[in-house]
């Protein structure tokens, strides 16, 4: 069954840099879209980016256009997400999704999460 | 962007009582070339991740019960549950990937 656990997550300083990882199993990670959702802890969702299934089309919510870089490794089933110039509003959990084959599709489905908390 | 607005924000529901939920967008997310609305409803229980339900507006996801239910088209949208169980107690999101940055409702709390 697809699988999906996200690493990387812990105390980062504003102005800072933290990169997340991911690791997929249980599907052809090649074939799909992936993205990052980040939820503030006891608030609500956002979708903050997407990369396509061969890596070469990527979007951003503007809060993290040009300080976040997403990008993945089909050979190494991973998607990661690079997150420099933090800032304290990124506190939240960071969540790997997987969507479909197709750029327009839901989040299907969603890993457990990485604490990210950003604080001096 | 789109916003999507749900309500109720929470509501209290007894075991076996259907219950609805609403979601309005700000934006029509009807493509009319293949006719299909790009909205999908997750449920987040306690300290889990969000679970998709439903996508396509009224498509479940395999193995959610057929109590849950989508309906609704363009910018008005519902999610009814048709007898509510104890293990439904959860956040409700609507959510929308008609264009990006794809964004969500900022959920109903359901309690028994």
């Known amino acids: 069954q697809v699988h999906l656990v996200e690493s990387g997550g812990g105390l980062g300083k504003p102005g800072g840099s933290l990169r997340l990882s991911c690791a997929a199993s249980?599907?052809?990670?090649?074939?799909?879209?992936m993205s990052w959702i980040r939820q503030v802890p006891g608030k609500g969702l956002e979708w903050i980016s997407y990369?396509?299934?061969?890596?070469?089309?990527?979007d951003y919510v503007d809060s993290v256009k040009g300080r976040f870089t997403i990008s993945r490794d089909n050979d190494k089933n991973s998607l990661y997400l690079q997150m420099n110039s933090l800032r304290t509003e990124d506190t939240a959990v960071y969540f790997c999704?997987?969507?479909?084959?197709?750029?327009?599709?839901?989040?299907?489905?969603w890993g457990q999460g990485t604490l990210v908390t950003v604080s001096s | 962007d789109i916003v999507l607005t749900q309500s109720p924000d929470s509501l209290a529901v007894s075991l076996g009582e259907r219950t609805t939920i609403n979601c309005k967008s700000s934006?029509?997310?009807?493509?009319?070339?293949?006719?299909?609305?790009?909205l999908a409803w997750h449920q987040q229980k306690p300290g889990q991740p969000p679970k998709l339900l439903i996508n396509?507006?009224?498509t479940r996801e395999s193995g959610v019960p057929d109590r849950f239910s989508g309906s609704g088209s363009g910018t008005d949208f519902t999610l009814t549950i048709s007898s509510l169980q104890a293990e439904d107690v959860a956040i409700y999101y609507c959510?929308?990937?008609?264009?990006?940055?794809?964004?969500f409702g900022q959920g109903t709390k359901l309690e028994i």
């Open positions: 999704v997987r969507q479909s084959p197709r750029p327009r599709s839901p989040a299907q489905y």
């Open positions: 249980g599907f052809t990670f090649s074939d799909y879209y």
């Open positions: 990369i396509s299934n061969s890596g070469n089309t990527v």
């Open positions: 934006q029509n997310v009807l493509y009319s070339s293949n006719n299909k609305n790009y």
């Open positions: 396509w507006a009224s």
């Open positions: 959510q929308q990937y008609f264009s990006f940055p794809f964004t």
